[in-house]
């Protein structure tokens, strides 16, 4: 079993910065991939970001692409998302997830283990 919690959301106005954190505990080792998702209001779940946990391949949704940046310190098993020139589409529940197998990356049906998500609010 993987733990995975997160935190840092907020309440930020356009433009602006925040950064996530995600602490994970439990199984670690087994952990493939580990990234980011977020959801909106009425709308489904979708990809944000992902990193290998071996921290040798990244992955971004074209959407973020050179706004937001995803990194892992491994020593203390903890995966961030600097997220900054905020726009108000951002605003959504954002969630940690932990693939332990090595298939796509984008498909949150591969992640095995979820955070219970943190808010992100982003007013205009």
């Known amino acids: 079993q993987v733990q995975l919690v997160e935190s840092g959301g907020g309440l930020v106005q356009a433009g602006g910065s925040l950064r996530l954190s995600c602490a994970a505990s439990?199984?670690?080792?087994?952990?493939?991939?580990i990234g980011w998702f977020r959801q909106a209001p009425g709308k489904e779940r979708e990809f944000v970001a992902a990193?290998?946990?071996?921290?040798?391949?990244?992955y971004y949704a074209d959407s973020v692409k050179g706004r937001f940046t995803i990194s892992r310190d491994r020593a203390k098993n903890t995966l961030y998302l600097q997220m900054n020139s905020l726009t108000p589409e951002g605003t959504a529940v954002y969630y940690c997830?932990?693939?332990?197998?090595?298939?796509?990356?984008?498909?949150?049906?591969?992640?095995?283990?979820w955070g219970q998500g943190t808010q992100v609010t982003v007013s205009s």
């Open positions: 990193i290998r946990w071996s921290g040798d391949r990244i």
């Open positions: 997830a932990a693939a332990y197998e090595a298939t796509s990356y984008r498909d949150q049906y591969n992640y095995n283990y």
């Open positions: 439990g199984r670690t080792f087994s952990i493939y991939y």
